[in-house]
Nanobody, 118 residues
Framework: QVQLLESGGGLVQVGGSLRLSCAAS????????MGWYRQAPGNLRELVAIIEGDSMTNYADSVKGRFTVSRDNTKNTVYLQMNSLKPEDTAVYYC????????????WGQGTQVTVSS
């Protein structure tokens, strides 16, 4: 079995920062892309940031210049550093990873709430 465990969400004021972490555990043979999506009430789940390999990244236009995705392959962990947070960043943030365990498939975390108050 494979699990993704997220941490680091919470309540922050406008302009503040948060760092999310997500660790893959269990029968992880190999990890490809890792990243983050988010879903605000009434909205579809949307891509925030993805990292493949050590440095190939892709960001949503709305977070470019404010968020940074990174990973530690020795720990099978992905991070999302969020700076200059805005109220519209309020959402449940989901970690995702493409992992090989018997076959390649996408796994998802349980989600962590990020609330930006004005």
């Amino acid at each position: 079995q494979v699990q993704l465990l997220e941490s680091g969400g919470g309540l922050v004021q406008v302009g503040g920062s948060l760092r999310l972490s997500c660790a893959a555990s269990g029968s992880v043979f190999s990890v490809s892309a890792m990243g983050w999506y988010r879903q605000a009430p009434g909205n579809l789940r949307e891509l925030v940031a993805i990292i493949e390999g050590d440095s190939m990244t892709n960001y949503a236009d709305s977070v470019k210049g404010r968020f940074t995705v990174s990973r530690d392959n020795t720990k099978n962990t992905v991070y999302l550093q969020m700076n200059s947070l805005k109220p519209e960043d309020t959402a449940v943030y989901y970690c995702t990873a493409t992992i090989y365990y018997q076959r390649w498939r996408d796994y998802w975390g349980q989600g962590t709430q990020v609330t930006v108050s004005s």
